[in-house]
């Protein structure tokens, strides 16, 4: 096969960040996807329906006018969030979901959550109303290891809190573990996981080996390669628990370039030729256009787009720009680290 034609995809998990940086890097990934839940980790977070509307205008208005894409809003769980907000901004169509930071966590999560007991009654309430929540699923406690953060996490905090509200809808975000897979695949409802495409490219030696990579470097960070594996397993495997949320995480360079540099990788240029490349690999690309098209919609309860896209197989690697250039300064585009030879046509 050296052509596929799916549904236009959506990204459920996405950085935009703001002002310049979302004027430079929206363009990328409104070209290849119809829809994508937005990541509401700024500074100050996006944490009442007002922030949300007012964050969603201005995304709107940095979008170059040929391009047609719709933000999907979040709104940031904070141990103050008001449970009426959150459930007028879900009956009203502004927010889609809502997502929980354990506080510490990753980029600006520092306003998000030390005790899940003081967020219970959003929760409850979210759970009454059907609305999702998105979690970024590791523990922060400093005697953790980083590489046992989602393990830890799942066992401790997010599997009391399935059995404590069941009905609640999770979507446990960027999962990069066997233990996620694991779980997930036994849940018998109301789990979902999202994966990136880097997190089935990559494994931790990209970050370490011969020297430190920062432009690798991401949270949840790359586990060892048998976690990768599982992630492809899942990914190609057809089960609607499973799609794709690239969590393309913009930084300009001198903030990756550092002593101590930011998490993040920048994909929404290259992400639909990687899983091309990944879904080939794996002789699954039959089930691509189900990881890209179908099993977030069905997730969210939205239709699949009507628009398609076209990825075709060129004799030479495509190549990208080693970086792009925005208002606030140059963002490294993602190297998969392999020739790559699927174009979006």
Do not use: Q
Not at 69 to 87: G, I, K, Q, S
Not at 221 to 226: D, H, L, N, Y
């Amino acid at each position: 096969m050296d052509e596929i034609t799916i549904p236009k995809p959506d990204d459920w998990h996405l950085h935009l960040r703001d002002g310049a940086m979302l004027e430079g890097v929206l363009p990328f990934t409104a070209r290849h996807f119809a829809r994508a839940i937005i990541m509401p980790n700024l500074v100050p977070p996006v944490v009442t329906a007002a922030d949300a509307r007012a964050y969603r205008d201005r995304i709107m208005a940095a979008l170059p006018a040929e391009l047609d894409f719709t933000p999907l809003m979040t709104l940031y769980l904070t141990e103050t969030t008001d449970r009426a907000d959150v459930a007028a901004a879900h009956a009203s169509g502004l927010a889609t979901a809502v997502k929980l930071y354990p506080a510490g966590a990753t980029t600006n999560s520092h306003s998000g959550v030390r005790d899940l007991g003081k967020v219970m009654p959003v929760l409850e309430k979210m759970a009454e109303i059907g609305m999702p929540l998105c979690i970024h699923g590791e523990v922060t406690d400093a005697e953790v290891d980083i590489f046992d953060r989602e393990a830890v996490f799942i066992e401790t905090v997010l599997d009391p809190l399935r059995r404590r509200l069941p009905e609640l809808r999770i979507t446990l975000e960027h999962v990069t573990t066997s233990d996620g897979v694991n779980y997930v695949g036994a849940a018998e409802a109301n789990l979902a996981a999202t994966i990136t495409t880097h997190h089935l490219m990559i494994n931790r030696n990209a970050i370490l080996a011969g020297g430190i990579k920062p432009h690798y470097y991401c949270l949840p960070v790359a586990k060892r390669e048998t976690h990768r594996l599982a992630l492809r397993r899942a990914a190609t495997s057809g089960d609607p628990r499973f799609f794709l949320g690239t969590d393309s995480a913009p930084h300009v360079d001198p903030l990756k370039e550092c002593a101590c540099g930011c998490a993040g990788i920048f994909t929404a240029i290259n992400t639909l030729s990687c899983l091309a490349h990944v879904f080939e690999e794996e002789a699954a690309l039959g089930t691509l256009e189900a990881f890209a098209s179908r099993n977030g919609p069905g997730w969210y309860g939205l239709p699949v787009n009507n628009e398609t896209v076209t990825l075709r197989k060129r004799p030479s690697a495509v190549e990208w720009p080693d970086r792009i250039e925005t208002g606030d300064g140059p963002v490294t585009v993602f190297d998969p680290m392999t020739p790559v030879h699927w174009e979006v046509a």
